[in-house]
């Protein structure tokens, strides 16, 4: 059952923290001109990929496929004012699984828009309006190896129209906490649909949770970072509604909690681990299933040689009876040039709704930043 009184009660929170911050922004200008700098400017960061993936053995023999693939993104700001700024966001890559039973090389291609959006910056606050990524959970980020990502990357909220905030305050001992919050809904737009090959443009007679060209989904979360008595340690915490579609029978609850950490040795080698725990009632929008996440990377890099290791565990609970176990368990190392190229292989052992398969995966990954300031 929604929650009206919450769900109607969130753009109004969001306007009053909008009007709190009047009172400081002359105070941010004045001191944005203690450091002059020529606007407009524009920075960004364009990555490349070429990748292929072979899974070379299944329970499901349509399923053994060759996929070479090719993917691009080109995050950009352009700052116009001190205090506002324009984020674009593009990628491109290949749009449509591939078909069963039949091997893919360079296809399906489109371009699409992921981040459109205004900012500004108000001191300690950011604020965004338009199209972008609301705050939610870290794993499906941060995660090493060529496919520690995978699960987690089906919480991940992407695409959505709405406004975003985040406040920082500097805390001394405790560090930097960060503070969310994000009311939206998916695009529905035509920037949901992409160039060269198309996606499909979405519509809300699709379905799908958030679906509901109205601001009654929303997040919150609380990150943590800088904290003097643990260098290079992190955590973030999680909160989600996403209403149901005209698919769904159920608005879908979603929890998460994750913590990352980074260990500089003494010859200058570098360890990082990161866990995270996410859990979901009513998950995908049916009534009384329940999901569980639990997702774990370790990665060591020396020099320019790096090693991966990550798990996840996908646990559902379905409520006509019955559960699914599924588990991805994966191995990767790579090496980067001088010049930035970084060459890296993975394999993976997945189990899906029964389904076991096995993957081996190389990527040839390289980017570039870019900034006329």
């Known amino acids: ?9 969130l753009p109004a929170l969001l306007a009053a923290g909008l009007l709190s911050t009047q009172a400081f922004a002359a105070d ?25 993936d072979w899974v070379f053995s299944s329970d499901d023999p349509t399923a053994e496929i060759n996929d070479l693939y090719f993917s691009g993104a080109l995050g950009m700001k352009v700052g116009l004012t001190p205090i506002f700024a324009l984020n ?8 449509l699984d591939p078909a069963p039973s039949t091997d893919r090389a360079f296809g399906d291609i489109g371009l699409y828009v992921d981040t459109l959006n205004l900012e500004a910056s108000l001191g300690m606050l950011t604020l965004v309006a338009g199209k972008f990524g609301p705050s939610f959970g870290s794993a499906w980020d941060i995660t090493p190896g060529v496919y520690g990502t995978s699960f987690a990357e089906d919480y991940e909220l992407s695409e959505m129209i709405g406004i975003g905030s985040a406040i920082a305050f500097e805390t001394g001992a405790t560090g930097t906490i960060t503070l969310g919050g994000n009311v939206f809904f998916v695009d529905t737009t035509v920037l949901s649909d992409s160039a060269f090959t198309s996606r499909g443009r979405t519509t809300l007679a699709d379905g799908g949770l958030a679906n509901t060209e109205s601001l009654d989904n929303f997040s919150f979360t609380i990150d943590g970072t800088d904290i003097a008595a643990m260098p290079g340690f992190s955590y973030n915490f999680g909160y989600r509604h ?3 579609g005209v698919t769904e029978t159920a608005d879908e609850d979603g929890f998460a909690a994750g913590l990352a950490q980074e260990i500089e040795l003494s010859n200058g080698d570098l360890v990082v681990v990161n866990g995270e725990v996410a859990y979901f009632s009513n998950y995908g929008g049916v009534s009384d299933d329940d ?10 890099v020396h020099g320019p040689w790096h090693g991966e290791v990550a798990g996840s565990l996908r646990l559902i609970d379905y409520s006509g009876g019955g559960s699914d176990d599924d588990h991805l368990i994966q191995v990767s190392a790579g090496y980067e ?12 052992n997945a189990r899906e709704a ?4 096995h993957t081996l995966g190389l990527r040839l990954t390289k980017s570039f930043e870019f900034s006329t300031r």
């Open 242 to 244: 996403l209403s149901a």
């Open 88 to 95: 674009l966001g593009l990628t491109a890559e290949s749009v």
């Open 354 to 357: 029964g389904v076991v398969s």
């Open 291 to 300: 999901a569980t996440y639990l997702t774990a990377g370790l990665g060591y």
């Open 1 to 9: 059952m929604k929650s009206s009184a919450v769900t109607s009660s």
């Open 28 to 52: 941010v200008a004045e001191a944005e001109t203690e450091a002059p700098q020529t606007y407009p400017y524009v920075e960004g960061v364009l990555d490349l990929e070429i990748g292929d």
């Open 337 to 348: 040039f001088e010049n930035g190229i970084d060459v890296s292989a993975g394999y993976a």
